[in-house]
């Protein structure tokens, strides 16, 4: 039974629904790139239309892939330093705390808007390792809770950082170098080419203007970001259609094989230390 409206939900907050709906679709693939029985359950849930992004194949697989790659370095990470801070910015309804089966960190916080974080806590349970967080990503008052532990610190932004203007992201990565001795940030960066045209991307193409953030920013060079910052340094650079197992359009994976399409219209996800 369908017993939660999402309808209270901002413009950049009801993205989440559509990386929902992805993760629930992924269950259809013979070959998954994540299993997510979580996001699963919570769509049969949820009164809302999904049925406008049946047609967003590319995007469909592009949030699993992306969640692949996120969940890979995640653990990867946690491998190391298994006493670690993880933080996820805008974390929505995902349930990676979950798919890599609860991991015994430290503490592992989910922070969003608070109508997201309303929402989230009818579908998750937080615990004694496990919390939720009511406040934009750009409030510091998240920064000095990470840092109280006094462990290592991994932050995780996916999805998110293309809605913002190019100085709110560079204001926002030159703050976590201030206060931060020491940090590893995972992030996704938007296809270059997709700036400012939300509405030719296949599923927020789809929803009601009105509704629909903009994509604001992107780097053709991921590179620039150690220019803002000597504390910045880019240790890992996934270009998304390496991975994509044929699950992207025919077209497209003729057209990445040209330098110039790689480059201009490739999603990438992007490991950054701060140090």
């Known amino acids: 039974m369908k017993t939660e409206s999402p309808q209270h939900l ?16 992924e269950r259809n693939y013979k070959q998954p790139f994540l299993t ?30 992306r969640a692949s790659l996120f969940d890979k ?17 805008g974390a929505g309804l995902d349930a990676r705390y979950e798919r890599l089966g ?3 960190v430290t503490h592992w ?7 997201a974080i309303n929402l989230r806590k009818k579908f998750f349970q937080e615990n004694e390792q496990h919390s939720f967080i009511p406040l934009s990503l750009f409030d510091t008052q998240w920064i000095e809770t990470v840092k109280a532990h ?4 991994l932050i995780l932004i996916e999805g998110v950082l293309m809605y913002f203007d190019r100085n709110d992201v560079k204001t926002f990565f030159k703050t976590l170098c201030k206060e931060l001795d020491e940090a590893t940030i995972l992030f996704d960066m938007l296809a270059y ?17 009105e509704q629909r953030p903009e994509f604001k920013w992107s780097e053709l060079n991921s590179l620039n970001l150690e220019e803002w910052n000597n504390k910045i340094h880019i240790e890992k650079e996934y270009f998304m259609s390496d991975y994509e197992r044929g699950r992207y359009p025919f077209i497209f994976r003729i057209l990445y094989k040209i330098p110039y399409f790689y480059k201009r219209f490739n999603q990438r996800v992007i490991r950054l230390r701060i140090a």
């Open 10 to 25: 901002g413009k950049i907050p009801e993205t989440m629904l559509i990386t929902l709906w992805a993760k629930a679709e």
């Open 36 to 65: 997510d029985t979580k996001a699963q359950e919570i769509i049969s849930q949820i009164d809302y239309d999904f049925s406008k992004f049946k047609k967003s194949k590319f995007s469909q697989a592009g949030v699993c892939l």
């Open 73 to 89: 370095e995640t653990s990867s990470f946690l491998a190391q330093h298994p006493d670690a801070i993880v933080i996820q910015l």
């Open 102 to 104: 609860c991991p015994s």
């Open 109 to 115: 916080y989910d922070l969003d808007l608070p109508e």
């Open 150 to 153: 006094q462990k290592p610190i």
């Open 193 to 209: 080419s997709l700036v400012g045209h939300a509405k030719n991307h296949d599923s927020l193409g789809s929803m009601q203007k």
